[in-house]
């Protein structure tokens, strides 16, 4: 049975199982109306064939089109259920109002249908098939060249051979009882990571929950899991990554900076970076769209922020338009994250109009950058997801409050500094994807110091030497 752990600082409880591969959470929150299902279903290694991963997309557009039937009468009363691939297997979520018997049954009616979807017509297999691979190549050149920056950013660092093209061509050579038995193939080894929360008691979650245990158990790799991912981490240095956006109509270019921070874990030094990192994209928020936008008008979208590629955090800077030539770009970009280390050294010596000394404004920031990291979000749907992105992450899952408060507590302004100096500029470990737009031609010749320009060879011969990096998914 399944027993509650009441060590539970966060008012989020865990639920004990004796499945190793089954691990179970609840967090009762009365000030949301519904109560929600989700969970996270691995499959180990599946992710490093195409054509698994082809499979297991084909698989669960299969089982949504099994669902067809009900899904338009129950989105009426506000149950709703998703299911979506990622990298590591794929995730499942319903949600509904509160009316246990109501809300149980129609997650037997969506775990029933994810465990033995029934055959389509061939015709409708077709269609399903030409409509995702459409999406596919829709997304990838359809979309504004900074998502594509994004998603090139994420393909250069994974270890992956392929892409979505490559996923689209399996798809298109496979047949309908491939998927089917492909699909119930992939069960047949899972690892289960299921948080149940929102307007219910622990008597129901505990009855959801075990649901789902039971009817996946004979599946549910009984030893520890451990999803072990890898990144590529680059050399020290400044690398130039020149591609062509790829929808042949757009015209602007995009200039993709990524800095590689550290691994995450719980607690410890590498938590104080993501602090500081935080820290650092928030105050260079406004800072850079003022200098490159509204300036120097280099282009129409400039922001920073944080990102996360299995347990390693990045910062970025990105910058959009189409009045300049993508080197221009990329020179002032460059430059301007050299030269704000000194307008960041004034501000922490000398403050601001508003916060007059250094010590005033570093101690407010650095608290507003704790307060982020540390938000609840005030709708409905925002806290919905914000438990649901909290559940799939062991960074940090209990005692998130009280480890981040102590690491933030210890931070000065002299760490900022030489945060920025290690890890923006100096020896910083830089990727540059570089997306010009038609019209443009990439050159060898631009003027950014401490260049190594990229190419398919030597982005080849980088990953031969992958650094690997534990995820969060770890039992």
């Known amino acids: 049975s399944i027993v509650m752990d009441e060590d539970d600082a966060l008012s989020k409880r865990k639920m004990r199982t004796s499945v190793r591969g089954f691990k179970a959470y609840w967090k009762q929150d009365s000030s949301l109306p519904k109560s929600y299902v989700n969970c996270k279903f691995f499959i180990p290694e599946f992710y490093k064939d195409p054509q698994l991963v082809a499979i297991l997309r084909l698989y669960l557009e299969l089982v949504s089109e099994s669902l067809d039937t009900v899904t338009y009468p129950a989105s009426t009363a506000e149950y709703r259920y998703s299911l979506s691939p990622v990298s590591e297997g794929f995730n499942l979520r319903v949600e509904g109002f509160s009316d246990s018997e109501t809300f149980f049954k129609f997650l037997k009616l969506v775990v029933t249908a994810l465990r033995d979807p029934p055959p389509v017509t061939d015709m409708r297999f077709k269609y399903q098939v030409q409509e995702m691979v459409y999406d596919q190549l829709n997304k990838i050149y359809k979309d504004q060249p900074f998502r594509q920056g994004f998603y090139l950013a994420r393909l250069f660092y994974q270890t992956y051979s392929y892409d979505n093209r490559d996923i689209n061509s399996h798809i298109l050579k496979l047949k309908q009882q491939q998927v089917l038995e492909g699909g119930k193939e992939l069960m047949k080894k899972l690892a289960v990571k299921c948080f149940v929360f929102g307007n219910l008691d622990v008597r129901e979650a505990l009855r959801y929950v075990e649901y789902i245990r039971d009817q996946f158990l004979s599946h549910i790799m009984k030893s520890s899991y ?25 015209t602007n270019n995009c200039i993709f900076v990524i800095n590689e ?11 104080r970076k993501s602090i500081l990192l935080t820290l650092l994209a928030t105050i260079m928020k406004d800072p850079a769209y003022a200098t490159l936008r509204t300036q120097e008008q280099l282009g129409y979208t400039v922001f920073t922020g944080t990102l996360k590629m299995l347990s390693v955090d990045y910062f970025y800077l990105l910058l959009q338009g189409s009045h300049y030539t993508p080197e221009v770009m990329m020179k002032r970009v460059v430059e301007f994250l050299h030269s704000y280390k000194n307008t960041l050294t004034t501000l922490v010596a000398n403050g601001t109009a508003e916060h007059p000394s250094g010590e005033e404004w570093f101690s407010t920031t650095k608290q507003e950058a704790i307060n982020l990291l540390l938000s609840r979000p005030e709708s409905q749907v925002g806290l919905a997801e914000y438990y649901s992105d909290t559940s799939q992450s062991n960074w940090p899952f209990f005692n998130r409050k ?8 210890s931070i000065t302004k002299e760490d900022l500094i030489t945060f920025y100096h290690n890890y923006i500029i100096g020896d910083a470990r830089q990727l540059i994807v570089q997306l010009h737009g038609a019209g443009y031609q990439t050159h060898q010749n631009t003027s950014v110091p401490h260049k190594q320009i990229l190419d398919e060879h030597s982005i080849q011969k980088l990953k031969e030497k992958l650094f690997p990096v534990n995820t969060e998914f770890v039992w």
Do not use: C, D, F
Request: glycine share 10%; aromatic share 10%.
């Open 226 to 250: 451990s999803y072990r991912g890898t990144v590529l981490v680059l050399p020290p240095g400044r690398w130039i990554w020149q591609v062509p956006v790829l929808n042949p109509t757009e």
């Open 261 to 271: 921070i550290s691994a995450r874990t719980v607690s410890g030094p590498s938590l």
């Open 402 to 409: 009280e480890y981040i408060i102590t690491a933030g507590r």
